[in-house]
């Protein structure tokens, strides 16, 4: 099922938890809800479920108009942020709930919340309640009882955020697999950037109840719209310079350093931020944009990094390892044109 | 100075654990003297036969208890609290339940009915039995005055038909299920708000409806309130008396007998026929009948949690 949102906003008294969202989900798409916390993904997933009443704005399922329609008539199948699973139900009737409201005789219940429960590898635990069992136990009996009535739209709000980091990724996995195999149209909302890369044909990277940028993982990493886009994304982070534009070239604040940058788009005297990724850094002694001082190393994984200055800012660069840098010594830095981006400093917008 | 230390820890334990007793002697005496005493000297007192105030008695044994088993009047006590018991409670939380559950919803002017619903708490039965002795006139009361309304035959709730009075116990019964319900309903209204909301969302989202949320998530969530209300309402309702005295000028019943309830049995024992230690057998007997059925409903509800 197709889905379509519209100046969706939500104000909450005076605060604006959505704010004119406009969105299209395609049939069958497992959509990543991306942004940082309260920036509005549980808000929107509420409105799309119907328990939260819009304040402005359409949502359609394919083409009819559900803004107004109760969540009972929505079909969708919803895994709370914390699992609301009925605590005097066992795990089983919770499963079965969804269909024991359909009027799904009873046989043919047990029998397809037993295979739920065995996809999401829960069924040894049919007989307990709720409370005797781990978090992460707990969060796939809610997926199970989602999935369970076949919804025409999955929500899942922040699923996996309970369980440890192994099985966490099979999870994830599972749920890719599930969804996969299911077909059905799924919103994933998390706050970890690389669960939503890792699992998601599309991200949706919220901020404030604001969007800030749809699309796969790969281009919002390679292209970012905007200065918190390019932010929220990557590990390391990216790096930021603060200057100014100087005859169509960056320069650094203090006036110590100057970029070329080959942008149209810039104007004279406008003051930027220029993002660069850690990876887009190249130390190189011939070629080179930037000169700095390393200031502190470290090591992340297998990769050895460093902070170093230019002028009275700090960026962090890879080392590369075959060749033997020191604190004190001074590095030049050649920019990759993939992996740095300029931004006006005002907006945030790229240039 | 390790004596010294080992002293004062000493000290220290004995203050930990004989300080609180202190502070607890006031009301430790008052629970002696007025509640432990007393029930001591009940059971004492039921085993004494012809017991006089002045402390003399005839005998010691059972003869009071057979005496009272053996009372006709004592029979229809029992009769009629039992008849009291097992309409007023069950009935009254049925009502209660759903009234509660009204007043948990978030509507305007819902404070109006809260209030409406829990005046009869801070009132004296007795009074507000003088005002349903007159709802319950069979020419001008209120209740008739609905009945006949509707097609019905005017009820003589409080008079006697060939010296029987058939609709008195009916009378007794409607207004005890009214004067406990508020308590009740207050009750079950802190049960209800202990309810996680977030359970009503999930079942609206798994396609329930109103009637089925109630049925499959609040009364199952709300159980154990309603086990709490019962089992108080039980223990109360076998002690009705309260209830039939204001109708019939002090007497149980508008023959002067057939609303005999076991504490108005017991009451008339002790003052009326100045038969202490009778009365102190039914006592006994009433308490017995209480804790049987406190003990049953418990193991029911503890049937129903696994
Ligand atoms: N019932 C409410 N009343 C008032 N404000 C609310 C309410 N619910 C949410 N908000 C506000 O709306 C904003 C968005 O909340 P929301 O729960 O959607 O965030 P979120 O993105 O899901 O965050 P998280 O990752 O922490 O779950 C927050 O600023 C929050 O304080
Ligand atoms: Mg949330």
Not at chain 1, 242 to 267: C, R
Not at chain 1, 279 to 306: C, F, P, S
Request: neutral net charge.
């Amino acid at each position: 099922m197709r889905v379509k949102i519209e100046h969706l906003t939500k104000r909450f008294d005076d605060a604006v938890a959505v704010d004119d969202f406009n969105m299209t989900f395609e049939d069958g798409e497992l959509v990543a809800l991306l942004g940082p916390s309260g920036c509005g993904k549980s808000t929107t997933l509420n409105m799309l479920s119907g328990i939260l009443p819009v304040s402005e704005g359409h949502i359609y399922f394919d083409d009819d108009d559900v803004t107004n329609v109760p969540p009972q008539n929505r079909g969708v199948g919803l895994v709370f942020q914390n699992y609301a699973l009925y605590p005097h139900m066992t795990v089983l009737e919770n499963i079965c709930f969804p269909l024991e409201i359909k009027k799904v005789p009873k046989e043919e219940r047990i029998k397809k919340a037993t295979e739920m429960a065995k996809l999401v590898q829960i069924d040894k635990y049919l007989d307990r309640k709720p409370k005797a069992l781990s978090g992460g136990q707990q969060q796939r009996v809610a997926i199970a009882r989602a999935l369970v009535k076949t919804p025409r739209l999955l929500l899942l709000d922040e699923p996996l955020s309970n369980l440890d980091a192994r099985l966490r990724l099979e999870m994830r996995e599972e749920i890719r697999r599930i969804q996969q195999e299911t077909g059905v149209t799924t919103i994933f909302v998390t706050h970890d950037q690389e669960e939503a890369m890792s699992i998601s044909d599309k991200i949706v990277l919220m901020k404030d109840g604001h969007l800030q940028q749809v699309s796969d993982a790969q281009t919002l990493y390679d292209d970012p719209h905007n200065e918190f886009v390019a932010s929220f994304l990557g590990n390391p982070p990216i790096n930021k310079l603060y200057g100014y534009i100087k005859d169509g070239n960056f320069v650094l604040e203090d006036g110590s350093a100057t970029v070329k940058v080959n942008n149209p788009n810039v104007k004279e005297g406008q003051t930027v931020v220029l993002g660069i990724r850690p990876e887009a850094t190249q130390l190189n002694d011939k070629e080179h944009d930037l000169t700095a001082v390393i200031k502190q190393r470290y090591t992340m994984g297998k990769e050895e990094l460093a902070f170093v200055n230019v002028g009275n800012q700090t960026i962090r660069v890879y080392l590369s390892s075959d060749y033997q840098y020191a604190v004190g010594d001074t590095v030049y830095i050649k920019l990759r044109q993939k992996g740095s981006f300029l931004f006006d400093r005002e907006t945030g917008a790229r240039i | 100075m390790a004596k010294k230390n080992k002293n004062g820890s000493n000290d220290a334990i004995f203050n930990r654990k004989f300080e609180p007793l202190i502070y607890l002697i006031p009301f430790a005496l008052g629970l002696v003297i007025f509640t432990l005493y007393p029930v001591v000297n009940v059971v004492i007192m039921s085993f004494k036969e012809g017991y006089r105030l002045s402390g003399a008695f005839t005998g010691v044994g059972f003869g009071n208890f057979t005496k009272v088993l053996g009372d006709k009047n004592f029979m229809t006590a029992i009769k009629n609290t039992f008849i009291y018991v097992f309409t007023v409670v069950p009935i009254s939380t049925v009502l209660s339940v759903l009234i509660a559950n009204l007043l948990n919803k978030k509507i305007k002017g819902i404070a109006f009915f809260h209030t409406a619903f829990f005046l009869p708490l801070v009132t004296s039965s007795i009074a507000v039995g003088l005002v349903f002795k007159y709802m319950f006139n069979r020419d001008i009361g209120v209740i008739n005055t609905i009945i006949t309304l509707f097609g019905g035959k005017p009820i003589d709730w409080l008079g006697a038909i060939a010296g029987t009075g058939p609709y008195n116990l009916a009378a007794v019964i409607i207004f005890g299920i009214w004067n406990i319900m508020p308590f009740t309903i207050i009750l079950l209204l802190s049960g209800l708000q202990n309810i996680d909301p977030l359970y009503y969302t999930a079942a609206e989202v798994d396609g329930a409806n109103s009637s089925t949320i109630f049925r499959r998530i609040t009364v199952p969530l709300l159980m154990p309130t309603i086990f709490l209300t019962m089992i108080v309402n039980l223990i109360s309702c076998f002690k009705v008396y309260n209830e039939v005295i204001p109708f019939w000028r002090g007497e149980a019943g508008v023959t002067g007998r057939n609303l005999y309830t076991m504490v108005y049995y017991i009451k008339e024992q002790f003052y009326t026929n100045r038969q202490l230690g009778r009365a102190a057998a039914a006592s006994i007997i009433l308490f017995l009948i209480i804790f049987v059925f406190t003990m049953l409903q418990r193991w029911i509800q503890s049937k129903v949690d696994n």
